[in-house]
């Protein structure tokens, strides 16, 4: 069975630095999709960015970068330059594309950015 | 307008009593989901739906039930409502990506959050 695991519960960082999310997955498939989306306090949920299991460089939206370690099974969220509106819940997710196309989630991290 | 939405934004219910939850969605996806989010534990599938008809159990579907009435609604519904069931209530829609490798993600309402007394 899939599994997302998030082993930083809360985090924090000061303003304008850098902080990384972890996030591990297992999966016995080899072909799969990995997304992070926020969700802020308003509670909506916000997707950020995508990383495909063939995707041979790392992705990278604006602020956010996908550290992708597909031997480690870890594809990290990299926040740069951290604002206060970065505030929020982080969720790591799976999607394989063989059986059910379906979504897995992980337990989230709570990061706080500090002034 | 959003592409995604939920009704109620917010219920308060009690014990024993029957509520159903309404999604429509008008991104044309095929696929649609319930998801409910419990602190510490993520999003969890309850419910999940290919097409019309095709609807399908997810990880923790004991106590709801579901209904595709069309291709843009998806309805929730718990039958008789128990304090546990408290949590925010989220319904997703994505693209069936036919085995490709898709950028493709998951379209989420804005939640309903829902309190059984």
């Known amino acids: 069975a899939q599994k997302i695991t998030q082993t930083q519960p809360g985090m924090f960082v000061q303003e304008k630095e850098a902080v990384t999310l972890d996030c591990t997955y297992d999966?016995?498939?080899?072909?799969?999709?990995l997304f992070w989306y926020k969700q802020p306090s308003s509670g909506e949920m916000i997707f950020l960015i995508y990383?495909?299991?063939?995707?041979?460089q790392n992705a990278t939206e604006g602020r956010y970068s996908l550290n992708f370690q597909k031997a480690r099974k870890s594809a990290n969220l990299v926040i740069s330059a951290s604002q206060l509106g970065d505030s929020a819940m982080y969720f790591c997710?799976?999607?394989?594309?063989?059986?059910?196309?379906?979504?897995?989630f992980g337990p989230g991290t709570r990061l706080s950015v500090l002034p | 307008d959003a592409d995604v939405t939920q009704t109620p934004r917010n219920r308060i219910t009690k014990t024993g009593k029957r509520i159903m939850l309404e999604c429509s969605q008008t991104?044309?996806?095929?696929?649609m989901y319930w998801y409910r989010q419990d602190p510490g534990l993520g999003l969890r599938l309850i419910y999940y739906?290919?097409?019309?008809?095709?609807?399908n159990k997810g990880e923790i579907s004991d106590g709801y039930s579901v209904s595709r009435q069309a291709q843009a609604k998806f309805s929730l519904s718990l039958e008789s409502a128990i304090p546990n069931q408290t949590a925010l209530y989220f319904c997703?829609?994505?693209?069936?990506?036919?085995?490709?490798?898709?950028?493709?993600?998951?379209?989420f309402g804005p939640g309903t959050r829902l309190t059984v007394l």
């Open positions: 997703a829609t994505s693209d069936q990506t036919s085995g490709v490798q898709s950028t493709d993600t998951q379209y």
């Open positions: 999966t016995s498939d080899q072909s799969y999709g």
């Open positions: 990383q495909g299991s063939y995707d041979e």
């Open positions: 997710a799976m999607r394989d594309y063989n059986y059910g196309q379906n979504f897995v």
């Open positions: 991104k044309g996806h095929d696929r």
């Open positions: 739906s290919f097409d019309v008809k095709d609807i």
